[in-house]
Nanobody
Framework: QVQLVESGGGLVQAGGSLRLSCTAS????????MGWFRQAPGKDGDFVAT????????YYVDSVKGRFTISRDNAKNTMYLQMNSLKPEDTAVYYC?????????????????WGQGTQVTVSS
């Protein structure tokens, strides 16, 4: 089992930057594939980015390519999402997730463990 805790959300003006962190406790972090999802009120959760167990392979939804960067530090049991050039459309609760079964999935159902989320609000 693993527990995930997100941090780093907040209020930022359009064009600004935030760095989200997701810290894991429990079983060895390196065994999990990791991902970020986001959910706005009244909408289903959307895939944002994913990273493999230890190889560093990454994949992003088209709307954030060139602006967001996902990374992980297995020694620190921490995953990051660096968000630059933020837009009001990025406003959402951001969740980190861990999968023990599926490589770099974009589907919520493939992830086994979820954090509580951190709010990101981008003003115009």
């Amino acid at each position: 089992q693993v527990q995930l805790v997100e941090s780093g959300g907040g209020l930022v003006q359009a064009g600004g930057s935030l760095r989200l962190s997701c810290t894991a406790s429990g079983r060895t972090f390196v065994i999990y594939h990791m991902g970020w999802f986001r959910q706005a009120p009244g909408k289903d959760g959307d895939f944002v980015a994913t990273i493999s167990q230890s190889s560093g392979n990454t994949y992003y939804v088209d709307s954030v390519k060139g602006r967001f960067t996902i990374s992980r530090d297995n020694a620190k049991n921490t995953m990051y999402l660096q968000m630059n050039s933020l837009k009001p459309e990025d406003t959402a609760v951001y969740y980190c997730a861990a999968s023990r079964r599926v490589l770099m999935s974009t589907t919520r159902a493939d992830y086994d463990y979820w954090g509580q989320g951190t709010q990101v609000t981008v003003s115009s």
